[in-house]
C-alpha cells in the first residue's frame, strides 16, 4: 500500500538550516513529479515546492524560493526539502507528495523556527 514517510522535522533558530526526507513506497516513485506542502497552524495545506520525474527541474513557492532546495533519489524512492536561512514564518507541519496527490498523506513533520 502507499506510505509516505516524512522526517527531518525539528526546533530550529532564525537563519539556521533542516534537511526534510520523505521515504516513499507502494508506487513508481520514478514516474511521478513529486511536492513538499506544508500546513501552519489555522491555515490550509499549501505548496512549497515541486520536482520533476528525473529531478532535472524544480518550482518553488515565491516565499521560498532562493532558500529551499527539491532534490530526489529515484533508485532509493527518497524526497529530499533542504532549507537555509530559515525564517519564523516557516514553522509548520512539511509533507510530500506526488503529482497528482496519492492518498493516503503522511503523518508530516514538524518544523519550528524560533528562538
Known amino acids: 500500500q502507499v506510505q509516505l514517510v516524512e522526517s527531518g522535522g525539528g526546533l530550529v533558530q532564525p537563519g539556521g538550516s533542516l534537511r526534510l526526507s520523505c521515504a516513499a513506497s507502494?508506487?513508481?516513485?520514478?514516474?511521478?513529479?513529486m511536492r513538499w506542502y506544508r500546513q501552519a497552524p489555522g491555515k490550509g495545506r499549501e505548496l512549497v515546492g515541486e520536482i520533476t520525474r528525473a529531478g532535472g527541474s524544480t518550482m518553488y513557492a515565491d516565499s521560498v524560493q532562493g532558500r529551499f532546495t527539491i532534490s530526489r533519489d529515484n533508485a532509493n524512492t527518497t524526497l529530499y526539502l533542504q532549507m537555509n536561512s530559515l525564517k519564523p514564518e516557516d514553522t509548520a507541519v512539511y509533507y510530500c507528495?506526488?503529482?497528482?496527490?496519492?492518498?493516503?498523506w503522511g503523518q508530516g513533520t514538524q518544523v519550528t523556527v524560533s528562538s
Open positions: 507528495n506526488r503529482r497528482p496527490v496519492i492518498l493516503p
Open positions: 507502494g508506487f513508481t516513485f520514478s514516474s511521478y513529479a
